[in-house]
């Protein structure tokens, strides 16, 4: 016989040998006792639990010979055909290639034919959610009244995509994700009857990384026996899975509670060194700073929300205090931030890198750069005035020449009076020198210096075309689509921008809720002011007013404006 997996050759054949799915087996095995077993069942939760394999057994539970039984004779011929999938009694369906209403319609004509051995003709389906609807409508009489011969067990992992009026006809069980202990004993049963030899870090790793899954534990379990005949240590499952071990991540936020960026740097790039997946590492250091978090909150009585040893909880408690609680929670929105940051760059290790020096040097930045903002994951070129370099000796002039440096300063001399084309003409170069901040754009002597101020619509439509210029500076496409629209109103809430009839598409695109967000934090920069923004169509659009200065010089020398954006 071809050699078969773990997870097929150790699959429990009785309610007893389930793990970590007692609160099922016990409801399971008390209506089989009181003979109360209904003909609809629906099983649900993640992969690799139980699901199918507890649907089998209800099946030989109820078609054993002299059942039902609550424990299948271990020598029967019936269980054992239902064990292999052999028997003509018990169907196990593919939900996911048997989707259509043909098989569906299939399946109603087959109800009605006696079982050929057993009790019952039970029927598992399998990823029921992907059954299509008309599949599902074509169950629903059947379902809801079949034969007396017929029971339906249907298995899911996604139940939420499962039909209410299915669900309804159902006794739905959820299955829950079994816990790292459990996994570990089943492990040590299934090495003491394959006589492998493991170390008890090895079953830790390998129940941890099975997140839950006895069948994803068994399948890697399988795969380590194969390395070596001297048995599976720790470093083994590290190395095959290329998790990060727990020594290494203790290290590295070590050195990060020291304010140690260069020895933290250092133990990433070891870690980098070894092969471990850089996207695997940040995922582990955030699920660190959030056991960090867990024990600083309620020390060891919360312990058992932390799958580790008991050991390494002492050196969990014991790190708590390099840290306060503030510092822990702002590790974790940094990681996150620079998770998103990495999607980007396309560069996930300098996003780390980053976030690493942003966590060690938590006491020596800036408020505004030690904490991560939804701007900091995105690559815009800013400069805070401390890393700033010092003022170069040759300064530009608004009229674009250069001082003389170092040349004797001559005698200063009256200034003539400036004409209106001086006074048009400073003002577009001002709005034409090179950004040495933040990029803000400056609209003007309207705006207040205070933190916030009232928002005047008048106000808001005299500076639209700088607003929409600092949107173009982060996404051109939809600053080109606000120039489209006008505010329109302004109330307590909402600041209305209008689109015409024929900018429906426009409207649509600023109104995606990550382009929204984008505007929304734009203008609020520039108006000084939070502003929150509904996109409406209207009648009609009213042109932007101009600025009193502009529209004397276009009149005087009979010009037109041929680009509002004057700073591009």
């Known amino acids: 016989m071809s050699y078969l997996v773990l997870a097929r050759k150790h699959r429990p054949q009785t309610f007893k040998d389930v793990i970590g799915q007692e609160h099922i087996t016990d409801i399971l095995i008390k209506s089989i006792e009181t003979d109360r077993m209904a003909h609809a069942y629906l099983f649900c939760g993640p992969r690799g639990v139980g699901k199918t394999t507890c649907a089998r057994i209800v099946a030989m539970c109820l078609n054993c010979e002299d059942g039902p039984k609550t424990v299948p004779p271990a020598d029967s011929d019936v269980c054992r055909e239902i064990a292999e999938g052999r028997s003509f009694d018990v169907l196990e369906i593919d939900g996911a290639s048997n989707r259509g209403i043909d098989e569906v319609r299939m399946l109603r004509e087959n109800v009605k034919f006696a079982p050929t051995s057993g009790k019952f003709k039970i029927y598992i389906v399998d990823e029921v959610h992907m059954l299509t609807t008309e599949a599902f409508n074509a169950l629903l009489k059947t379902l809801e009244e079949p034969p007396e011969h017929v029971k339906f067990i249907f298995a899911t992992t996604e139940p939420n995509k499962v039909p209410a009026t299915i669900i309804s006809r159902c006794q739905r ?17 299934v090495s003491r009857k394959e006589k492998y030899t493991i170390d008890e870090q090895a079953l830790f790793a390998i129940a941890k990384a099975a997140q839950g899954g006895l069948r994803d534990a068994l399948s890697i379990l399988d795969q380590l026996s194969a390395l070596s005949d001297k048995g599976i240590g720790e470093a083994d499952v590290y190395s095959m899975l290329g998790l990060v071990e727990v020594d290494l991540l203790f290290d590295l936020v070590d050195h990060i509670g020291d304010g140690d960026c260069a020895k933290a740097l250092e133990t990433l790039d070891a870690v980098v060194n070894k092969g471990k997946d850089v996207k695997q590492l940040i995922k582990e250091l955030t699920e660190h700073y959030r056991h960090l978090m867990v024990i600083k909150v309620g020390g060891k009585t919360l312990g058992k929300l932390v799958d580790y040893p008991v050991a390494i909880k002492e050196l969990l408690l014991k790190q708590t205090d390099k840290f306060e609680l503030s510092d822990i929670i702002q590790s974790i929105d940094t990681l996150i931030a620079a998770q998103d940051a990495a999607r980007i760059t396309e560069n996930i290790r300098m996003a780390l890198e980053v976030a690493i020096a942003r966590l060690s040097y938590r006491g020596q930045l800036p408020a505004s750069a030690a904490k991560p903002s939804p701007a900091a994951a995105r690559p815009t070129p800013s400069r805070t005035a401390s890393a700033a370099p010092a003022a170069s000796p040759v300064l530009k002039n608004k009229r674009g020449a250069v001082d003389n440096v170092g040349s004797p300063k001559p005698a200063a001399k009256p200034e003539p009076k400036p004409t209106m084309s001086d006074q048009v003409d400073d003002e577009l170069s001002r709005l034409d020198e090179p950004e040495e901040k933040p ?3 400056d609209i003007g002597e309207p705006l207040a210096v205070q933190e916030e101020v009232e928002l005047d619509l008048e106000h808001v439509r005299k500076v639209w075309d700088l ?31 209008g689109f015409p009839p024929k900018c429906s598409f426009h409207r649509d695109s600023v109104d995606d809720q990550n382009n929204r967000m984008m505007i929304e934090r734009i203008f609020s920069e520039q108006l000084k002011h939070k502003v929150s923004l509904k996109f409406e169509m209207v009648e009609e659009v009213e042109e932007a007013r101009m600025d009193d200065n502009v529209q ?15 700073n591009e």
């Open 467 to 497: 607003l929409t210029s600092a949107v173009s500076k982060e996404k051109m496409s939809i600053a080109t689509c606000l120039q489209e629209g006008m505010p329109t109103r302004l109330d307590s809430k909402y600041l209305y921008i």
């Open 173 to 189: 069980y959820d299955f829950k994700r079994i816990p790292v202990p459990k996994i570990i004993e089943g492990l040590k049963e």
């Open 439 to 441: 990029p803000v754009v």
């Open 552 to 566: 004397s010089t276009l009149d005087a020398f009979g010009g037109k404006v041929v680009n509002r954006w004057h």
